[in-house]
């Protein structure tokens, strides 16, 4: 793959050619925009249940549902080479007999089915009435799917079964294999039969697909047309020809993602004016000089001059800063908008929770004590005559700095002159959220955007691609590396054992359970059940317990919160309430029961809630013995490196961008439907580097050249992309 260079090979359509094409276009559009019931081998409960179960709505919806693997049917296999570490595979054989084993939920039918070479079983647990009758004892039936092991014993669980005589000949080694729901697949729609749809789909075409990519961009990447790329991926020729259609694809899904953000951070720097901050004065000097509490990082004096430089540019600030937990962000905020004040305007900082909003409250009138500057906080819990209070400060401008939740976001929330909005975890605030805040000032306010999750190059390239980006990556100096173990389920004792030990030193502990109550479909330890055994360990009055989850009553839950910040209780137990908000510098050991339970942002998160003070602290990762592959990296990865960055890029890896804050499509605003953030690094860059030089020559896509950019962008939607904002 060649990196792009420019353009070379400007389109040559004159105003004939493009009405013939758009005449094309337009009968090809309204083809796909009909309504999937209509698609032969549809009809209206198919239809239903595919825009139900996988939000297949049109015809195009079909054609842009890709397959997520291949599996090789060119080959078949013999019995006696079959072992359970082979992927999907197939055998010829014949079913010897079939016998209905087990009552109830474990009611299974089961095949004995051979070869010339050996036996094995055949296992289907639900929706197997049909195979007896289509594929009777001593017929020859050719069977696909995954080998394993049940009972002891070799096995294909849920096979595909087909007659040898109507089976086609395999012009290609690859199968493609569609996403489907068990609701589907009782109602005959399995991966077999969207690869049929898709066959009859493409076989009713009434012309080839419209080109998304201007001709010249095509040859300078070597990239293969739109209509080739959407047929093979379907029903690839070969290898090489399935590679070269994927390639085509994800390049262009990515490419317009970031030929969109680019354009908006372009027109953003270009045209967006903002308030000019060009003096540095009493305000920061006198809390430089006076209630500094340590000498700033090399990282933190960097991202400060960004932050200066962009203040005092005329345009408006849109940065993103980032850096683990404990890495002294606050500090730079302070420090941001302590510039703010120093040039007649005020600051507000808004927090997802009201733990983390009066954190930072807390913080931020501790470092300006003494200097006579006033700070409110301003949360749901609020009372009427402190809202009062604050509302009249911001509109006479005494109030200069704001600390707050959502209820920042009330329309009677009316400053003075607001010049510098701060946004703590802003994934969690949706865009109109947001985009309240920037209405309260004449002019847009400057923007800084914090995150104590390490965003991976290539997602920030993408979520965050409009923002400029800071990243603080030095820890304040005297904190020590925290210490991370792993240990299994026959080692407890061991680790009360430590416990023990800590608190004798004076320290406090966190254990951090997944679930409140025992549930009957995950094998996780309990907080109720976990609460009982450390209560049995750590008997009273010797030891003192909290305990904190989210089905307490807020009260309750600041009550046990002041007991363990107070020093009162040795140990918290809790759920991950706590991921963000406690900030206990005595607090030493995090203990993670059922740690592969959890998704390696959260566990960095959760252990980034010791090591707050000089002490050595551990995070103790506790698990059972039967780990998945992933469950194991992450747990790998976490006793390996405590690089928030290096953490963010494995778990892209590993989940994809979708689930990256614990929480499904979690501030990613758009779908990708074929492209993978964590394993499609080099295309991305690619593709931005192609928007970056495309954008650099023509930032309004005036050009000629560049109409077909312009228009699949104005069209609000490639290949079913969602432009929501993103910063």
Known sequence: MSLYSGPVFPDCCNITCRATDYRTERTMQDFLKQDIQFLPGVGPAKGDLLRKEVNIHTFEDLIYYFPFRYVDKSKFYKVREIHPDLPYIQIRGTIKKYASVGGGRKKRLVAAFGDDTGTLELIWFKGAKWIPENFPPGKEVVVF?????????????????????????????????????????????????????????????????SETLPSWLLQQLKLVTLDRALKQIHFPDSVAD???AELRLKFEELFYIQLNILQKRTI????????????????????????????????????????????????????????????????????????????????????????????????????????GITVELLTGSSKKPARERIHAGLQEGSLKILVGTHALLEDVVQFKRLGLVIIDEQHRFGVAQRAKLWQKSSVMPHVLVMTATPIPRTLSMTLYGDLDISVIDELPPGRKPIITRHFYENQRLRVFGFIKEEIRKGRQIYIVYPLIRESETMDYKDLEDGLESISRAFPPPEYQVSVVHGKMKPEEKAISMKHFVEGRTHIMVATTVIEVGVDVPNATTMVIESAE?????????????????????????????????????????????????????????????????????????????????????QILILARDVAERILDEDPKLELEKHFIFAKNIRKGSVNKVNWGDIS
């Open 145 to 209: 799917g995954k080998p394993t092991v049940y009972n002891k014993k070799l096995n294909l669980v849920h096979p595909e079964m087909e007659d040898p005589s109507k089976i086609k000949k395999v012009t290609s080694s690859l199968q493609a294999v569609y996403s489907t729901t068990e609701k589907m697949k009782d109602n005959y729609l399995n991966s077999k039969a969207i690869s049929k749809l898709q066959s009859n789909l493409i076989g009713i075409l009434p012309s080839n697909f």
């Open 242 to 244: 399935h590679k070269q």
């Open 268 to 371: 953003r720097k270009t045209e967006y004016k903002g308030n000019k901050f060009p003096h540095v004065g009493e305000h920061l000097n006198s809390f430089y000089k006076e209630n500094l509490p340590f000498e700033l990082t090399g990282a933190q004096k960097k991202v400060l001059r960004e932050i200066r430089a962009d203040l005092g540019s005329g345009k408006q600030m849109n940065r993103l800063l980032q850096g683990d937990v404990g890495s002294g962000k606050t500090l730079v905020a302070l420090m941001s908008m302590l510039i703010a004040l120093d040039n007649d305007f005020q600051a507000c900082l808004m927090a997802p929770t009201e733990i983390l909003a009066s954190q930072h409250f807390r913080s931020i009138t501790t470092f300006l004590e003494g200097l």
């Open 597 to 681: 339970r959890f998704g390696l942002s959260q566990l960095h998160q959760l252990r980034g809630r010791v090591g707050r003070g000089a002490d050595q602290s551990y995070c103790i990762l506790m698990s059972g013995y039967k780990l998945s592959e992933d469950g194991r990296k992450r747990l790998e990865t976490m006793v390996s490196t405590n690089d928030g960055f290096e953490i963010a890029e494995v778990d892209l890896k590993l989940r994809g961008p979708g689930d990256l804050e614990g929480t499904q499509q979690s501030g990613i605003p758009f779908n990708l439907k074929i492209a993978h953030l964590g394993k499609d690094q």
